[in-house]
């Protein structure tokens, strides 16, 4: 087997959603919602199998592009739709990251916790990622340190990957910490990977997304699974910085990879995405959604502090990490309880803070009161 291939090993998210089913344990591990898809986006779904059916463009099916841009405030030129965000991600990698002159890999910066595609991806790219990391204060949670950033930056590095809202901490980076990445890119001419799949599910202030900042060198990725709750459908996006597109320059060039990796996303699945974009902005969809997700954050973060753990307020997405001095996710799962992600997962470079452990809130009323019951029965 090709070395690049030794990362084909069960994913973490997979392997827990497993561990939870068979012990019957609730799962808070794996982020995918418990609760069904809005309506209207099914309704679009069912109409769409039967009527388009075939290959779309690799760049996306134009109407999807169209409702991409008038969502995003961009130009379709500049939209590519990929299958789900990790194959965007991919493309990103496989496209930008070229070896250096001396003949070593290209370098990535990543903030670690890290998510777990990242790293992998970039190997799969012959790159190499290069883990910064977050720092965590026991009372002031997760923030960003980037004297640590600046300090990653090689001659070799070509990209700097951002996740804001940041899957698994919740942090969601400030206008003046990206204007600060900002400058760093501008200064060592760095290619800037903005992962936003999360750009709706935010706590109380809207993110600031990286393309407003540094539109000539941002590559924006998004996702219909995650702002629609599909996260089976497999519809993503990436935003190119503008005048790239037309196909002739960088966008052409990400098409290419693209139209040899799945060639399109899900044609039927792309049309509904294409209708139930304009509705859930004009139907205050993501506004609910958020105030759900408020809600069941509120639930869980208090359920499980009344349980001894010390939670870290997330700003965005629908995880939240926590720290107890006793639970391990291991143990959690196996006893039949609750299964989570455990912190090492989101560590390549070194140990994750002790007791760290990821829980997803993503799920219904129900789930969380019963796993914050069993958790109160084990401890
Ligand atoms: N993004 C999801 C999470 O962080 C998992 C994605 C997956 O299982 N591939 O839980």
Redesign the pocket.
Known sequence: MHPRARHAQT?I??HMSLLAARHGAVNL????PSNPPPAFLLDAARRAVGTVDQYTPPLGLPALREALGADLNVDPADVIVTSGA?EGLLTLALSLLVPTRDGQPAELVVFEPV?DVYVPQAELAGARAVPVPLHLDPEEGWSLDLAAVRAAITPRTQALLVNTPH??TGLVFSWAELTELVALAREHDLWLISDEVYDELYASERPTSLRELAPERTFTVGSAGKRLEV?GWRVGWILCPPGLGGGLSLAGGLANVRQVTSFCSPAPLQAAVAEALPLARSQGYYAALRADYAARRALLSSGLRSLGAQVHEPQGTY?LTAQHPTWTAEGLVESGAVAV?PGEAFYVTSPPPAGLLRF?FCKSRAELEQALERLARLS
């Open positions: 994913s998210f997979t591990g794996q982020g995918f990790t998510y899957n698994p996260t995880f992600i997803a």
